[in-house]
């Protein structure tokens, strides 16, 4: 069974850095890609970044409005991925959620939520001004 808990969310001011943990248990050998995700009061669920567990050049996929601030790194003997969030901002605030795929669909569909399988409950990121 596949499980997936984050955690490190919190309540920071503008500027400050959080660093999310999404830790994995049950992922096959099969699983290619760790995203994350959040979701805004009233707003769709949206891509934020991802990684591959291992090749890839260990490419980082990053959504514009997270770009150069937010980091994603992953470590595949622990099973775990982490999302280095830098100089936050209002807008950021919203319900992190990381995924992982069962198999890999490609890369068409790696900022989609269409492309991963298994999901963690979220983890709450409130950045106040």
């Known amino acids: 069974q596949v499980r997936l808990v984050e955690s490190g969310g919190g309540s920071v001011q503008v500027g400050d850095s959080l660093t999310l943990s999404c830790v994995v248990s049950?992922?096959?050998?099969?699983?290619?890609?760790l995203g994350w995700f959040r979701q805004a009061p009233g707003k769709k669920r949206e891509f934020v970044a991802a990684?591959?567990?291992?090749?890839?050049?260990?490419?980082?996929y990053v959504a514009d409005a997270v770009k150069g601030r937010f980091t994603i790194a992953v470590d595949n003997v622990k099973d775990t991925g982490y999302l280095q969030m830098d100089s936050l901002k209002p807008e950021d605030t919203a319900i992190y959620f990381c995924?992982?795929?069962?198999?890999?669909?490609?890369?068409?569909?790696?900022?989609?939520?269409?492309?991963?399988?298994?999901w963690g409950q979220g983890t709450q990121v409130t950045v106040s001004s």
């Open positions: 995924a992982i795929d069962a198999q890999s669909y490609g890369l068409g569909f790696l900022r989609s939520i269409e492309g991963y399988d298994y």
């Open positions: 049950g992922r096959t050998s099969q699983s290619t890609t």
């Open positions: 990684r591959r567990w291992e090749g890839d050049r260990n490419r980082q």
